[in-house]
């Protein structure tokens, strides 16, 4: 492949794929390179909240128009379920299908002029004079291709081969999380649970897990009989909380289960449920990596879920991702229009100094260090069933001081 881009995309997430819609739709060249055969293959729901990007990337009212619920509040479960708190977060969370939004976003940057390269593997980058120039792939027949551009967006989320080559490390970034989605779960019913669900687990209070890390179970309803819940483990006081430890796959899923079946509260939600979609993955927001631009002459920038990305606390993390590849796009753009030679002279300083001064890094900078107080409040100071319940008025009021 001769020709020449703009941007080469690297994985067709909302992150990727915001990126060629914003990059297309500002008279770039881009190509989206994704090793699945579609963007976002799994069955599952997703919530975002409102923010005036998604009305430009989507279209206006998209969000609103395509929610199958959109509550402002969440609902805090103590230990054991034993008490309960709603917190107003003053602003709507759409939940909605996640194929929905990734067929639409596919469109969007097709429309805009985006070229995509379905079952294709990035192998390694193209570097040249300290500088990333390009790509190597691998399409299905196993042949091995080169991309030459003028900047590569690595979004390939947590298993991105390029954010290891610079040092990654994903233990330190990614936090174990089991993802469910049913359709069949007569026990959710939108009317009486609308809200986002969620069940504080403090340190080693599971007799079947004794060393588990704190952790938080969730539910949210899609629609009456369909939800999307997990168990994400909270990793941030890992070092600092003794005789804790990751457990393996096979006790994870042994707690879920666990949960799912006994955990009061939490259990009910799936008491004459059927399971479509159950995984063991993770979600990346345990720490942020930094040095996004590796290349001392740029031309390569590690986005969203590759360097931790999201919001800390794990919600919303699908928009942050999404502003991040468009405040890229449009920066890269910018300097275009004052050199040709995008990456010449001291632009990858001056990138980073700009992108450590845009708001959306701050929030995210921001929401580490708040969820590093909240977890060690809740999970160290306050860390056994006894005590949070105890302290959970408190608790609670400083969250919704926090929302």
């Not at 107003?88 to 067929?103: A, G, S």
Request: glycine letters at 8%; charged letters at 25%; one cysteine or more.
């Amino acid at each position: 492949m001769n020709e020449r881009y703009d941007f080469i995309i690297t994985g067709a997430g909302p992150t990727g794929l915001a990126a060629a819609i914003t990059a297309g739709r500002l008279g770039a060249s881009c190509i989206v390179l994704e090793k699945g055969c579609r963007p976002g293959p799994e069955p599952r729901g997703e919530s975002i909240a409102q923010y005036e990007l998604m009305d430009e990337l989507l279209g206006r009212d998209w969000l609103k128009n395509n929610a199958s619920n959109d509550p402002s509040f969440r609902r805090f479960h103590s230990p054991m379920d034993r008490k309960n708190t709603l917190i107003d977060v003053h602003k709507p969370y759409y939940f909605f299908h996640w194929r929905h939004l990734m067929d639409h976003m596919k469109a969007l940057a097709i429309e805009a002029g985006a070229k995509f390269l379905f079952e294709s593997e990035v192998l390694d980058l193209i570097e040249e004079g300290k500088c990333c120039t390009g790509i190597k792939y691998k399409d299905k027949q196993n042949h091995i291709h080169e991309i030459k551009g003028t900047t590569v967006l690595g979004c390939m989320g947590h298993k991105d081969p390029l954010g290891k080559k610079f040092g990654i490390i994903r233990e330190k970034i990614d936090c174990p999380t089991i993802k469910y989605y049913t359709t069949h779960a007569p026990r959710v019913n939108i009317s009486e649970h609308p809200n986002l669900q969620f069940y504080m687990i403090p340190p080693k209070m599971l007799e079947i897990a004794p060393n588990l890390p704190p952790a938080v179970a969730y539910v949210f309803p899609l629609a009456d009989g369909e939800m999307e819940a997990g168990l994400m483990l909270r990793l941030g006081q890992l070092n600092s909380i003794k005789n804790i430890e990751i457990p393996d796959d096979n006790l994870m899923h042994k707690v879920w289960d666990h949960l799912t079946q006994r955990y009061p509260g939490f259990s009910e939600f799936f008491k004459g449920a059927q399971t479509n979609y159950k995984k063991l993955t993770v979600i990346s927001n345990r720490q942020l990596f930094k040095n996004i631009i590796p290349h001392e002459r740029g031309g390569l920038i590690l986005l969203g879920d590759t360097i931790g990305f999201s919001e800390a606390n794990g919600s919303s993390g699908l928009y942050f991702g999404m502003a991040q590849a468009d405040f890229w796009v449009r920066l890269i753009l910018k300097r275009r229009k004052i050199q040709s030679d995008i990456w010449s002279e001291n632009f990858a300083a001056t990138a980073r100094n700009d992108y450590q001064k845009g708001s959306v890094y701050k929030y995210i900078k921001k929401s580490y260090r708040d969820i590093v107080l909240a977890e060690k409040i809740m999970f160290k100071f306050c860390g056994s069933d006894r005590l949070l319940n105890r302290w959970w008025k408190p608790l609670m009021a400083l969250l919704q001081m926090k929302s």
